[in-house]
């Protein structure tokens, strides 16, 4: 759920509650001082009574005045109680109001309205009074405020959809900003995070935390390369005295099978070291694109020279090799792509059993090679993991990271599929 | 011929000194920048093998004094940096190769022999060992009068052999030498021993002498005896 949506949904909540609790207190409120203003004009009415009772010393004629019944009723001694009460009042309408009259087939309606019972004696006889006020002006004006009162939250909700929809989405757009700042973020980039222009401070204190832990990444990442690249530099020194001292002492000459069998593997494991390193300089010169050498070429050549390089190991494993191969002109290094291709194929040797086959197919979207090999499907993303290696594999368990980042430079996509037995590794044009 | 070993690092200096002295070599060292430049201020060699980064100064520098006084001294930089750039930079001022560390030795002395073929074999282009006559420009191997047809790799590794003849050369040298660095199909070396069979095959039927011997299953020997 969005934050907006979020803080949308309980301030909706909240006006609606706070705005109903407000006009049920006012409906509450101005009703009680209305019915204390009707009681009192009853109270007059009364009074006016008695006065009249005691001077004339009879009823006074009953009259229907516009909002007002009076009726007395002969009644025992003692027996009424005065009391104010809820009551209806009914109202004839008038001569004006015929239309009303044939529409509703009556002489006219019922009207909530206020009464008071009260009692009074004339010589010696007891009357119960009965006043009855109506109360329909009282209740218009409640009537009038409740709809004030809905049409203050209705545009209150409307101002609060309104501006939330036009201010907090551009008061939030810092913040989306430096997410797709976030989204775009490379550590291997140079292009820094930008410094947003916005005077909210907690944007700008989001922006400068995120600027600062970027560039701390980055310094991170880039001290862990140049070490990467200095240790594997210093090594090669070493890596060379050993190579060239194992050259010399092969030239010494005699040596028994123990000992030649020593040097072999000397010599099979240095040459896994230097590769090693090779690979791991090869790696951080890719990440840092320090290989300048883009030029247009045709893959397809590159890869039929590839074919006649390996030829002799195809035969050697006794690989059937079944090729086809359409032009493909691409702009990369020349240097990159044919260690992508060595990789590549050397991998469909070196994973393959004895008499397997190998397909490679290149056409303009892609170049496929497949080769047959352990019938289970490799670990997909892992397998382009530094150091991931099957087991048994004399490789370095940087090739295929190698490979991806050589796509990833010419904006190629490397993948891997397993499909009818086949390791498929595909690049996307 | 005579080599200049241009290289601060002890164990390699030495190794490669002993490997290129032999009958008829001549191989001097220099460990720094000054020695070095001295030396080539003073002498002219056949080849000088120059590392880039030295004691006291830049081995580019070295080259760049060599070509500005136009000594005509071929020149084959070893250096640590596999850069691409550097290796252009190199080959622009006028070295005549470059070679990344680290490297086998046999490797090294194919390509000190192919400099000073180069420099000193104007116009001829012909190399002969005994019976076997190479034309290196048509790439065309005879023995006495039989042309030997040879692949394109068994011709590259008769030439590396000559190269390095009366010296061992292990099998990992020879698949780095034919399939390129990229070469790891580890432990397992056999398609070597079908390429030596093949070309010894095809030189004896043409009469040639068998001169490839296999020594003590680490590699090669190329030799007269």
Excluded at chain 1, 76 to 98: A, H, L
Excluded at chain 1, 331 to 357: K, P, T
Excluded at chain 1, 364 to 372: F, H, P, R, V
Aim: charge should be negative; proline fraction near 2%; include cysteine.
């Amino acid at each position: 759920m969005k934050l907006l949506a979020k803080y949308n949904r309980v301030n909706l909540i909240t006006i609606i509650i706070v705005m109903l609790i407000t006009g049920i207190i006012y409906y509450q409120a101005i009703s009680y001082i209305l019915t204390g203003q009707k009681d009192t004009d009853l109270v007059v009415e009364e009074q006016e009574i008695f006065d009249y009772v005691k001077l004339n010393h009879h009823l006074p004629q009953t009259f229907e005045s516009n909002d007002q019944q009076i009726s007395f009723t002969p009644a025992s001694p003692g027996s009424v109680k005065r009391e104010f009460i809820n009551t209806m009042y009914f109202k004839q309408w008038g001569q004006d109001e015929k239309h009303k009259k044939h529409k509703h087939r009556r002489e006219g309606e019922y009207e909530s309205a206020r009464g008071l019972i009260s009692s009074v004696t004339v010589g010696d006889k007891y009357y119960k009074i009965l006043i009855v006020e109506s109360k329909v002006e009282t209740e218009d004006l409640i009537r009038f405020i409740f709809l004030i009162t809905i049409g203050v939250i209705l545009l209150l909700l409307l101002v609060l959809v309104v501006t939330n929809r036009l201010i907090l989405n551009r008061l939030w757009q810092p913040f989306y900003n430096i997410m797709s700042e976030l989204r775009l973020f490379n550590i291997a980039d140079s292009k820094q995070i930008p410094k947003l222009d916005n005077n909210i401070d907690e944007f700008k204190e989001l922006n400068n935390a995120v600027i600062d832990m970027a560039a701390r990444a980055k310094n991170d990442y880039q001290d862990l390369k140049v070490f990467t690249e200095n240790a594997s530099h210093e090594l090669l020194t070493p890596i060379a005295v050993i190579n060239s001292k194992l050259d010399t002492l092969i030239q010494t000459e005699n040596f028994s099978d123990r000992q030649s069998k020593l040097l072999n593997d000397l010599y099979s494991a240095v040459s896994r070291l230097n590769r090693l390193n090779q690979s791991l300089l090869l790696l951080v010169k890719i990440e840092n694109r320090l290989v300048h050498d883009k030029q247009q070429m045709n893959l397809r050549e590159l890869v039929d020279e590839m074919i006649i390089q390996f030829e002799e190991i195809f035969n050697d494993k006794d690989l059937k090799l079944t090729y086809e191969l359409d032009d493909k002109e691409i702009y990369a290094s020349r240097y990159l792509v044919e260690i992508l291709l060595s990789n590549l194929i050397s991998n469909a040797i070196r994973h393959n059993q004895h008499g397997g086959s190998i397909i490679i197919n290149l056409n303009a979207e892609s170049l496929i090679i497949k080769n047959t090999g352990d019938n289970a499907s490799l670990p997909d993303e892992k397998i382009f993991t530094r150091f991931h290696k099957s087991s048994g594999s004399e490789g370095s368990g940087l090739g295929l990271t190698i490979s991806r980042q050589i796509c990833e430079n010419f904006g190629f996509k490397l993948e891997y599929l397993f499909e009818g037995s086949f390791h498929t590794f595909i690049v996307k044009f | 011929m005579k080599i200049l070993v241009i290289e601060d690092e002890e164990g390699l200096r030495e190794s490669i000194e002993e490997y290129f002295t032999e009958a008829g070599n001549i191989c001097e060292t220099a460990s720094s920048y000054q020695s070095a430049l001295s030396k080539v201020s003073l002498y002219r060699y056949d080849c000088i093998l120059l590392d880039i980064t030295l004691p006291g100064g830049n081995g580019i520098d070295i080259l760049k004094s060599l070509k500005e006084n136009s000594h005509p001294d071929g020149v084959l930089i070893i250096s640590a940096k596999n850069s691409l750039d550097d290796r252009l930079e190199g080959l622009n001022i006028g070295a005549d190769d470059y070679l990344v560390k680290p490297f086998h030795l046999s490797e090294l002395k194919a390509r000190v022999s192919a400099i000073i073929r180069r420099k000193s074999y104007n116009g001829s282009n012909l190399l002969v060992f005994n019976e076997i006559t190479i034309d290196l420009l048509a790439k065309d191997v005879k023995v006495g009068t039989t042309s030997v047809k040879l692949t394109r790799k068994e011709y590259a590794l008769l030439l590396y052999f000559i190269a390095n003849k009366g010296k061992v050369v292990s099998k990992n040298a020879i698949a780095e030498h034919l399939w390129g660095d990229g070469i790891d199909m580890a432990n397992n070396f056999d398609f070597i021993y079908s390429h030596i069979k093949n070309i010894r095959k095809k030189l004896m039927e043409a009469g040639c002498n068998d001169y490839i011997q296999a020594a003590y299953g680490m590699g090669y020997k190329f030799t007269a005896q």
